[in-house]
């Protein structure tokens, strides 16, 4: 008999990320902090959701509802109108996350944004060497990319790649990892001084009026995070981001930048490039490999955290403080308005 502590959810959508987030909710394992249970699912389309949840969670027989508002009233559900995890980008700019951010905090419910990779495990760690152990002296710079090619012009129009009202662009669906990373290797997360906003310089691309590219420096005193995202091409996935300190490196790698696997400690380069010696070459010295493989895509970790975090009574997470969501959005709003990239909400 499980002693641990259940919390009932509500899913709003059956779309790519529900389907990723509820397979992962319930999974069996041995390291699991919560029980987590199906409650409800909302949907613009009954039959959908039956197969939804016939596929991703058969065991579960959840509420199946037309609408999302059904969701909100069902009082079996937790993570409802009480409490919320919202997807990311968590709205379209910082105005509007403040605007929810205040609503939450009249009604005294938790909400956090579901920047799952913060969750990981293996963040934790890497910021443990980055800013505890100084495993690479002091960082100075941080680079990160996502790129994911789609075929913008030929996909449906009610897709939100499509759709300005909806957030379309690079930026806000994949340069929020990128962008993330550069700000995890550079953030120690002990210091409110690095929690400062950096300078930045911005460009973007555009199909019309969807962007298709982003980059983007962020200059803080004495160190630079550089990142870009775009959806023209595909990212490597043996280098999701690289972080520079005075006595070494570090090389994250993995499916994409949402999914990383593992990341690599180097020491400082040796020799000199284009030398005196014919054969001479960039070497480097004996590397050491964290190795973070998870089962399923590794949404478990955030819905643990979350869980916790609710049934401890707080109102925003320990891992992603409101704050930090207005933070991030302020530093895309600021690379937005650099770029040339509007949304209705502006
Ligand atoms: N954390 C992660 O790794 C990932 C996060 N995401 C984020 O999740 C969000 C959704 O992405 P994804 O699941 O890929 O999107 P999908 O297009 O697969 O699904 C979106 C769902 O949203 C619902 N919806 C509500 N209003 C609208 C609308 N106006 N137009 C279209 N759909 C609508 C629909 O659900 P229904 O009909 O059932 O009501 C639809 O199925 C995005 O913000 C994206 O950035 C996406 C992928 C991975
Ligand atoms: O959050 C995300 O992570 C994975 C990407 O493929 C997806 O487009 C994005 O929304």
């Not at 999914?259 to 014919?278: H, N, Q, S, W």
């Amino acid at each position: 008999m499980s002693q641990l502590p259940s919390i009932r959810w509500g899913i709003l959508t059956t779309g790519k990320i529900a389907s990723w987030y509820v397979y992962d909710l319930v999974l069996s394992r041995p390291d699991a902090k919560v029980r987590h249970i199906v409650q409800a699912i909302g949907t613009s389309d009954v039959k959908r959701g039956k197969s939804f949840a016939q596929k991703y969670c058969p065991e579960e027989n959840p509420s199946i509802y037309g609408s999302y508002e059904e969701v909100y009233q069902d009082p079996n559900v937790d993570i409802q109108e009480k409490n919320v995890l919202c997807e990311k980008p968590f709205t379209l700019n910082a105005h509007e996350a403040k605007e929810v951010f205040e609503a939450a905090k009249q009604k005294g419910v938790f909400i956090a944004e579901a920047m799952w990779l913060r969750h990981r495990p293996l963040v934790l760690e890497l910021q443990r060497l980055l800013h505890q152990e100084k495993a690479i002296g002091e960082v100075f710079r941080a680079t990160s990319d996502f790129g994911s090619e789609l075929d913008i012009p030929n996909l449906p129009l009610d897709k939100y790649y499509r759709q300005n009202a909806l957030g379309a662009g690079s930026l806000l669906d994949m340069g929020i990892y990128s962008l993330t990373w550069v700000m995890l290797g550079l953030d120690d997360p002990g210091l409110v001084a690095n929690r400062e906003k950096p300078k930045i310089l911005a460009s973007q691309d555009h199909w019309e009026d969807i962007e298709t590219a982003t980059s983007a420096i962020l200059q803080y005193p004495g160190r630079q995070g550089i990142f870009t995202s775009t959806t023209k091409a595909s990212g490597n996935p043996d280098l999701l981001a690289r972080i520079y300190g005075t006595t070494g490196s570090i090389e994250v790698h993995g499916g994409c930048p949402s999914l990383p696997e593992g990341f690599t400690v180097y020491p400082p380069f040796e020799g000199e490039p284009g030398g005196k010696e014919a054969d001479s070459k960039i070497t480097r010295g004996r590397e050491r490999l964290y190795d973070f493989k998870a089962p399923g895509r590794g949404f478990q970790y955030q819905a643990d955290n979350i869980a916790l975090d609710v049934l401890n009574g707080k109102l925003e997470s320990s891992i992603i403080p409101q704050a930090e969501t207005i933070r991030v959005m302020e530093i895309m709003d600021e690379i937005r308005r650099q770029g040339g990239t509007r949304y209705p909400v502006d």
